[in-house]
């Protein structure tokens, strides 16, 4: 089922899901970048200067409902050391969400990726051209990216992306436009993995549409498992990622996106978020 991106256009998904899929999987196709980002002027402390390479992953697609997307090297490896280093100082604690929150919820440290830096605009930019017509141009965003990290014991329970209110921008509120957004979609994608197991991905909700298991080939080169208690886990590899869309098109939030960070056990695990808004309201 791993093929390019490109050749994954070839799949016949039916008209409906066709009309829905094709952009989201392409991002060599020309005029779909609708959130370009460009690296700015001012240099980077740990890179003079950088070119965003070309986009090289591929992808293989898990499931419909939700769509969730596995992306083979989305990250290279020189780019993931850049944002490990670069944030390392700028972590702590990560931020807890939602009623059933508490300090044992989420126990990883997180820190938002700094706009000014060219590398996190080229895998914005990488995001973004991924995403294709999702988001609206002039409208939506690709949002800020954060990065995770998860040392032995630290785990993220059940949750969701989206949240069950829309919410009002920081700077929508120092200026007072009208517009609220929700997280769309997510991409996360793991910059390091070394730790000795666990720290899976686990979708507790989330069937394949071929179950792995029937594949040939080497079990421990499985990019996924069936986890013991329904879902599929996901092996952390660095440079891989994830994509699913966490809103439907009645605009509710998919509560089969439920996902979880499992424990890392022993070692350390490195991962990026980035949540692309949708905007609503008189001012979207």
């Known amino acids: 089922m791993t093929t390019t991106t490109t050749n994954l256009l070839t799949i016949s998904l039916g008209a409906a899901l066709g009309a829905y899929l094709f952009p989201l999987l392409s991002p060599s196709l020309p005029n779909l970048n609708l ?40 990250i290279p490896h020189h780019e993931a050391s850049h944002l490990i280093a670069l944030s390392d100082p700028l972590l702590t604690p990560s931020p807890q969400h939602g009623s059933a929150a508490t300090a044992q919820t989420r126990t990883s440290w997180s820190a938002p990726l700094p706009d000014s830096d060219p590398v996190t605009h080229c895998i914005l930019s990488r995001a973004s051209s991924f995403l294709g017509t999702l988001l609206s141009p002039g409208r939506d965003e ?19 992306d989206w949240f069950p209110q829309p919410r009002v921008d920081e700077k929508d509120i120092e200026t007072g436009r009208k517009r609220m957004y929700n997280r769309i979609a997510t991409i996360f994608a793991v910059l390091q993995a070394n730790h000795t197991g666990g720290g899976e991905t686990w979708f507790p909700k989330v069937e394949a549409i071929t179950p792995q298991e029937r594949w040939e080939g080497n079990p421990e080169e499985r990019i996924w498992r069936v ?16 994509f699913w869309v966490n809103i439907g098109q009645n605009g509710a939030g998919d ?19 980035i949540w692309p808004r949708v905007f609503f309201g008189p001012d979207a």
């Open 255 to 273: 509560p089969k996106t439920v996902h979880a960070g499992l424990p890392v056990e022993g070692g350390v695990k490195y991962g990026m978020n």
């Open 35 to 74: 959130n370009p980002f460009s690296p700015p002027a001012s240099s980077s402390p740990l890179l003079p200067s950088y070119t965003c390479p070309p986009h090289n992953y591929t992808t293989t697609l898990i499931s419909l409902s939700p769509l969730l997307i596995h992306i083979t090297n989305f």
């Open 142 to 160: 690709i949002g800020p990216s954060q990065i995770v990290r998860y040392l032995p014991g630290q785990k993220f329970d059940p949750h969701t």
């Open 227 to 242: 986890h013991e208690e329904g879902g599929l886990a996901f092996k952390a590899v660095a440079g891989n990622a994830l």
